[in-house]
């Protein structure tokens, strides 16, 4: 199979890398936005699986111009999976080179634009699966459409929390587009894992998360495993538009389950993208 795996060069993303690159017919391609560690991180993948079909592509998928230099590259490479999973923790207000907030450009936006360039330009194969790394912490949140960015009041958690939403919801709309296509696309909650997650913050936000991680958090190899359930698993291969926990079908919040909040951020994702100077649609 042929698998692209954004944010793949460490924690959940690597663990996932791992155990999909062990077999040895899988072809896997890496996003990251460091190189240095991207080449380092196949080097010890390809020495870990003994899978040489394993190799890194840069890219910051905080910036729209990248995504799209990104998925032209990979017009060529026929993806059977794609799985989305890069993401941040930001506790004080950053923007990406395209002026929008960073974890909702990083957590939503980069899903949402390289997937559906991958999809207009036909690369992922009918029979495909789309996996979208959500989070337990959607809950407790409901969107403000008229500020997705959070320009004001803008809390780190919570701006993260929402993005998480954003997962699950764009999940949802994008599994009734592409129900035709005979492309599934699921999304997930991994646990909460012990990763470098949050570590690029400073002061007492950043030790918060590390004395919780390291009292209460699973291990990667536990948090991989839905990841590579939604997959790999034929018992799941006609199953789309769902939320899983445990490697079981889950029920995420109230405001996940919401049809006109999928599709307005649908439709502000586009207009948000387009604004920028990228037509999906």
């Known amino acids: 199979m042929n698998i692209v795996l954004t944010g793949g060069t460490s924690g959940l993303g690597y663990r996932t890398a791992q155990v999909l690159g062990s077999e040895i017919k899988n072809k896997i391609i890496l996003i990251g936005s460091n190189k240095h560690k991207g080449e380092n991180s196949v080097k010890a993948l390809i020495k870990e699986t003994s899978n040489k079909n394993i190799s890194f592509k840069k890219c910051d998928l905080s910036s729209i111009s990248e995504i799209k230099s990104l998925a032209d590259k990979l017009k060529k490479f026929k993806i059977d999976i794609l799985i989305n999973n890069a993401g941040a923790l930001f506790f004080s207000r950053k923007e990406s080179v395209d002026k929008i907030e960073k974890t909702f450009a990083l957590n939503h936006l980069s899903y949402f634009i390289l997937t559906n360039l991958l999809l207009k330009y036909k690369v992922i194969k009918k029979g495909g699966r789309i ?74 936000a950043s030790l918060a998360i590390k004395f919780l991680m390291n009292f209460f958090a699973i291990s990667v190899e536990e948090g991989a495993e839905t990841i590579v359930f939604l997959a790999t698993d034929k018992s799941i291969k006609n199953i789309t538009g769902k939320y899983f926990y445990q490697s079981k079908i889950d029920q995420p919040s109230i405001f996940a389950q919401s049809q006109r909040d999928a599709d307005l951020l649908w439709e502000k994702s586009i207009s948000i993208v387009k604004n920028k100077g990228l037509t999906l649609v």
């Open 131 to 204: 996996v979208n790394v959500a989070s337990g912490a959607h809950r407790g949140v409901k969107l403000d459409l008229n500020n997705l960015e959070m320009i004001r009041n803008y809390n780190g958690w919570i701006s993260y929390k929402k993005s998480k939403l954003c997962n699950i919801l764009f999940t949802k709309k994008l599994s009734e587009l592409i129900k035709k296509n005979n492309i599934t696309v699921n999304c997930l909650h991994p646990g909460f894992v012990k990763t470098q997650f949050g570590k690029n913050n400073s002061g007492l």
